[in-house]
């Protein structure tokens, strides 16, 4: 018999405004943005995925939704363009009793219970769409279930100062969880939730009927769905995740994570074949080197046209360095051009920005530790004019 | 005009010549521009003028052909309607005999040509690197009430087999020659590539294959140039025919040349090939890279010059590559040199050596060898 049932299915959160990104995300949601030459932030958490076995996805938009849809079509770059699931992308809409943006990340969920259904699935894997990491979610699926959990919730280890700004598990010995703490001011462990949780279907399903009917709540995964399960009994474990993971939600850590990918050491390794990151495709030659050019420890992306001195720095794909340009710690953003003798040093330049001649971005700020490293930004698509100076950690839209 | 031609690549042509390159191959796959294989250029053509019922005919070694179309998916041929057909060497209905020319291999795939619903074909070899719009051919060929169709461009004749074209002023064609004499004059010479209508293609074939013809140049283009009218579409960009090392490795390096190289891969559409997922190019702290073209994946931390890198090749520190082409996941190590080489795909070279040849005889190092 024909059947439509999954035994686990994503749902990706991926309708964040990300004001934090402030003109990288004036025009695309966050998942949308590029990364690392020639990916979207969103390929990271597909590619898990798919490689994880998961092939039903449905992908929560609401923001800016028109480039990540067109980014996604039809799923075929990640190999979800499937007879039975796939990607699925899955904005608000409108329902007989009443209709809502999504309020929240429970809400979000809460709406697309019908989609869900559709698949009767015994778990469901909540995904958020600004992350950088590499996670075999199957190897989570089976510690749910060995631990017989309701909910299971990776965790990272994170620094006690960092703990702060986390969601925080506190766990017994045997990885369940007694307490949860939003940005604790005190933190009592440095378990910091990723975003990540596996629901069994059934009980979650409960659960944000119950919390939807709840007026005070803020619909939220964190702030309510997960204390009330603490509150009613639930088994809730901490699965421990050790390998590099990146919330790139700010200009600072998307930047880090940029980087993270020249460093041989970060962790952050996406030459691995058996763990490929899949991205859709841009159908450009080879990038060219022309007789002036001087690059030392970067990225280069196909399509780019590479006149100029590049150190420490991720170039996407179609962009132009011409000669005489420098650009130094930055990333540079699919299209963008840096023309003859502009100079740009830890900043970001976003898609399609021009730099002409002479200008200047940001500053260079070797001595600096990084913590302290001031980052600039060029919007996608604006166009710095020749000679002018960004001061550095200037947003220019 | 959606949808009023159809085509037939001829995936094999004058492979002998090719030598080490298509030991493994057909000169359709045979790598090109540091991502891409031959066909490439002529299916993105297709494509990009809304050619999309196309059959390709293969004679041998046509697994790695196979192997990189698959279903057509990465240019946009897995379709419901139309799409790619394969027609593997021995599909001629009459005989079991390997076919011997473009005359005898149409032969046998003329049911599938008669079935399609398109009412024009265009005929082209893989061998060919240009960037067409097919559409524009059409719309000449209905204005100057053409027969037959031929793409020309402007170089000289070769120690390969060319053909020659002489037009009158309304680009008719009067005459030609089929040559295998080497000349430095400039003439306009037949690229291989032939729209014509198919009840017209179906008749001459048919006909020439009665009469035991099996050269499609000189039976039905030469015997024919007086009684059909034949047209030369005069292509003006970029374009190239490979068929022996030698023109592989000049054609390689003048798309070093950025004016050429943004003609072949922009014209009039754009390329598309096989998607492989690599990550973008790791220039190490050890790089030195001039007048290159690099594709994604590689790994350098030596130096390179006047050379073309493929996916996934590594260079590793104090290696030097000047005026060479290095395949697909080729892995040049400690201080070798590779000066006037083609090394195919997942060659390596060991530390210390220096492989060395010349701009007319570029040394070969042939597929998964070992220097």
Redesign the interface.
């Given at each position: 018999m024909y059947s439509n049932k999954k035994e686990c299915v994503a749902m990706l959160l991926a309708g964040g405004q990300g004001t934090r990104l402030y003109s990288l995300t004036a025009h695309v949601a966050k998942p949308a943005v590029s990364f690392?030459?020639?990916y979207r932030i969103i390929d990271f958490p597909l590619s898990n995925c798919i490689n994880s076995n998961i092939d039903t996805i449905g992908v929560l938009t609401q923001y800016q939704p028109f480039e990540l849809n067109e980014y996604i079509g039809n799923g075929?770059?990640w190999d979800l363009d499937r007879l039975n699931g796939g990607v699925f992308v899955l904005p608000p809409y409108m329902k007989s009793a009443k209709s809502d943006w999504y309020k929240g990340t429970a809400n979000a969920i809460y709406q697309n219970i019908d989609f869900i259904d559709k698949f009767s699935p015994e778990y469901v894997l909540v995904l958020s769409g600004d992350h950088i990491y590499k996670m075999d979610y199957s190897d989570m699926l089976d510690f749910h279930k060995s631990k017989g959990a309701d909910c299971t919730i990776a965790v990272i280890n994170v620094s006690l100062e960092e703990a702060s700004r986390f969601g925080i598990m506190n766990t017994k010995p045997d990885g369940s969880v007694y307490e949860f703490e939003e940005k604790p001011k005190k933190p009592k462990s440095t378990n910091a939730s990723m975003g990540i949780y596996i629901f069994n279907w059934q009980v979650l399903r409960k659960y944000l009927i119950d919390d939807e009917a709840n007026p005070d709540s803020h619909n939220d995964f964190g702030k309510d769905v997960i204390p009330a399960m603490l509150n009613g009994g639930r088994k809730l474990y901490a699965y421990r995740f050790d390998g590099y993971w990146k919330d790139v939600g700010t200009i600072k850590s998307l930047w880090e994570a940029n980087m993270d990918l020249?460093d041989r050491n970060s962790g952050l390794n996406?030459?691995d074949a058996s763990w490929?990151?899949?991205?859709r495709?841009a159908?450009e030659?080879?990038?060219?080197?022309?007789?002036h050019?001087?690059?030392?420890?970067?990225?280069?992306?196909?399509g780019c046209?590479i006149d100029g001195t590049?150190r420490n720095s991720?170039?996407?794909s179609r962009v132009e360095i011409r000669r005489g340009a420098v650009v130094e710690d930055s990333n540079i953003m699919p299209g963008a051009v840096v023309k003859e003798g502009a100079k740009v040093y830890y900043a970001i330049v976003g898609d399609g920005a021009v730099i002409e001649e002479g200008a200047i971005v940001g500053e260079a700020q070797d001595n600096v530790p990084v913590e302290e490293v001031k980052i600039t930004v060029v919007g996608p698509g604006a166009v710095v004019k020749k000679g002018t100076v960004v001061p550095v950690a200037a947003m220019v839209d | 005009m959606n949808n009023e031609m159809m085509s037939i690549i001829f995936a094999s042509d004058n492979e002998t010549k090719l030598n080490e390159l298509t030991i493994h191959r057909t000169t359709a796959s045979l790598p090109f521009c540091g991502r891409y294989r031959f066909i490439d250029f002529t299916l993105s053509n297709l494509v990009n003028s809304n050619i999309t019922t196309i059959g390709i005919v293969t004679r041998n070694n046509y697994s790695s052909l196979m192997d990189h179309i698959r279903m057509g998916r990465d240019w946009d041929l897995n379709r419901k309607n139309s799409g790619i057909a394969v027609f593997p060497p021995y599909a001629s209905n009459t005989s079991r005999t390997m076919f011997k020319g473009k005359i005898e291999a149409l032969y046998g795939i003329l049911d599938y040509i008669e079935k399609a619903t398109e009412d024009y074909v265009v005929l082209t070899n893989s061998n060919i690197a240009t960037n067409l719009d097919f559409e524009d051919v059409y719309k000449k060929h209905i204005a100057a009430g053409a027969d037959i169709t031929m793409l020309t461009y402007s170089s000289h004749s070769t120690s390969s087999r060319r053909v020659l074209v002489d037009t009158d002023k309304s680009g008719k064609v009067v005459g030609t020659r089929i040559t295998s004499t080497l000349s430095e004059d400039i003439a306009e010479v037949g690229l291989n590539i032939y729209l014509l209508k198919k009840d017209l293609l179906i008749s001459l074939i048919t006909d020439s294959y009665e009469r035991g013809y099996t050269d499609f140049e000189k039976h039905i283009i030469q015997q024919n140039v007086a009684k059909l009218g034949i047209y030369a579409y005069h292509v003006d960009g970029y374009a190239a025919i490979i068929d022996d090392v030698k023109s592989y490795y000049t054609e390689s390096m003048r798309i070093l040349d950025t004016d050429i190289r943004n003609d072949l891969f922009y014209r009039c559409g754009k390329i598309f090939t096989k998607v492989k997922d690599s990550v973008p190019t790791k220039y190490g702290a050890g790089a030195s890279v001039r007048n290159s073209l690099i594709a994604d994946g590689c790994e350098i931390n030596g130096r390179v010059e006047n050379s073309i890198l493929f996916r996934g090749v590594v260079v590793e520190e104090g290696a030097y590559i000047s005026n060479s082409i290095v395949m697909e996941n080729g892995r040049i190590m400690k201080y070798s040199e590779l000066r006037y080489t083609i090394t195919d795909k997942d060659v390596t070279v060991t530390e210390d050596k220096t492989i060395s040849g010349s701009e007319n005889y570029p040394v070969v190092i042939v597929k998964n060898k070992t220097v």
């Amino acid at each position: 018999m024909y059947s439509n049932k999954k035994e686990c299915v994503a749902m990706l959160l991926a309708g964040g405004q990300g004001t934090r990104l402030y003109s990288l995300t004036a025009h695309v949601a966050k998942p949308a943005v590029s990364f690392g030459g020639k990916y979207r932030i969103i390929d990271f958490p597909l590619s898990n995925c798919i490689n994880s076995n998961i092939d039903t996805i449905g992908v929560l938009t609401q923001y800016q939704p028109f480039e990540l849809n067109e980014y996604i079509g039809n799923g075929q770059p990640w190999d979800l363009d499937r007879l039975n699931g796939g990607v699925f992308v899955l904005p608000p809409y409108m329902k007989s009793a009443k209709s809502d943006w999504y309020k929240g990340t429970a809400n979000a969920i809460y709406q697309n219970i019908d989609f869900i259904d559709k698949f009767s699935p015994e778990y469901v894997l909540v995904l958020s769409g600004d992350h950088i990491y590499k996670m075999d979610y199957s190897d989570m699926l089976d510690f749910h279930k060995s631990k017989g959990a309701d909910c299971t919730i990776a965790v990272i280890n994170v620094s006690l100062e960092e703990a702060s700004r986390f969601g925080i598990m506190n766990t017994k010995p045997d990885g369940s969880v007694y307490e949860f703490e939003e940005k604790p001011k005190k933190p009592k462990s440095t378990n910091a939730s990723m975003g990540i949780y596996i629901f069994n279907w059934q009980v979650l399903r409960k659960y944000l009927i119950d919390d939807e009917a709840n007026p005070d709540s803020h619909n939220d995964f964190g702030k309510d769905v997960i204390p009330a399960m603490l509150n009613g009994g639930r088994k809730l474990y901490a699965y421990r995740f050790d390998g590099y993971w990146k919330d790139v939600g700010t200009i600072k850590s998307l930047w880090e994570a940029n980087m993270d990918l020249i460093d041989r050491n970060s962790g952050l390794n996406i030459e691995d074949a058996s763990w490929k990151i899949y991205a859709r495709n841009a159908a450009e030659p080879p990038h060219f080197v022309g007789d002036h050019a001087d690059i030392i420890n970067s990225l280069v992306t196909e399509g780019c046209e590479i006149d100029g001195t590049i150190r420490n720095s991720v170039i996407s794909s179609r962009v132009e360095i011409r000669r005489g340009a420098v650009v130094e710690d930055s990333n540079i953003m699919p299209g963008a051009v840096v023309k003859e003798g502009a100079k740009v040093y830890y900043a970001i330049v976003g898609d399609g920005a021009v730099i002409e001649e002479g200008a200047i971005v940001g500053e260079a700020q070797d001595n600096v530790p990084v913590e302290e490293v001031k980052i600039t930004v060029v919007g996608p698509g604006a166009v710095v004019k020749k000679g002018t100076v960004v001061p550095v950690a200037a947003m220019v839209d | 005009m959606n949808n009023e031609m159809m085509s037939i690549i001829f995936a094999s042509d004058n492979e002998t010549k090719l030598n080490e390159l298509t030991i493994h191959r057909t000169t359709a796959s045979l790598p090109f521009c540091g991502r891409y294989r031959f066909i490439d250029f002529t299916l993105s053509n297709l494509v990009n003028s809304n050619i999309t019922t196309i059959g390709i005919v293969t004679r041998n070694n046509y697994s790695s052909l196979m192997d990189h179309i698959r279903m057509g998916r990465d240019w946009d041929l897995n379709r419901k309607n139309s799409g790619i057909a394969v027609f593997p060497p021995y599909a001629s209905n009459t005989s079991r005999t390997m076919f011997k020319g473009k005359i005898e291999a149409l032969y046998g795939i003329l049911d599938y040509i008669e079935k399609a619903t398109e009412d024009y074909v265009v005929l082209t070899n893989s061998n060919i690197a240009t960037n067409l719009d097919f559409e524009d051919v059409y719309k000449k060929h209905i204005a100057a009430g053409a027969d037959i169709t031929m793409l020309t461009y402007s170089s000289h004749s070769t120690s390969s087999r060319r053909v020659l074209v002489d037009t009158d002023k309304s680009g008719k064609v009067v005459g030609t020659r089929i040559t295998s004499t080497l000349s430095e004059d400039i003439a306009e010479v037949g690229l291989n590539i032939y729209l014509l209508k198919k009840d017209l293609l179906i008749s001459l074939i048919t006909d020439s294959y009665e009469r035991g013809y099996t050269d499609f140049e000189k039976h039905i283009i030469q015997q024919n140039v007086a009684k059909l009218g034949i047209y030369a579409y005069h292509v003006d960009g970029y374009a190239a025919i490979i068929d022996d090392v030698k023109s592989y490795y000049t054609e390689s390096m003048r798309i070093l040349d950025t004016d050429i190289r943004n003609d072949l891969f922009y014209r009039c559409g754009k390329i598309f090939t096989k998607v492989k997922d690599s990550v973008p190019t790791k220039y190490g702290a050890g790089a030195s890279v001039r007048n290159s073209l690099i594709a994604d994946g590689c790994e350098i931390n030596g130096r390179v010059e006047n050379s073309i890198l493929f996916r996934g090749v590594v260079v590793e520190e104090g290696a030097y590559i000047s005026n060479s082409i290095v395949m697909e996941n080729g892995r040049i190590m400690k201080y070798s040199e590779l000066r006037y080489t083609i090394t195919d795909k997942d060659v390596t070279v060991t530390e210390d050596k220096t492989i060395s040849g010349s701009e007319n005889y570029p040394v070969v190092i042939v597929k998964n060898k070992t220097v």
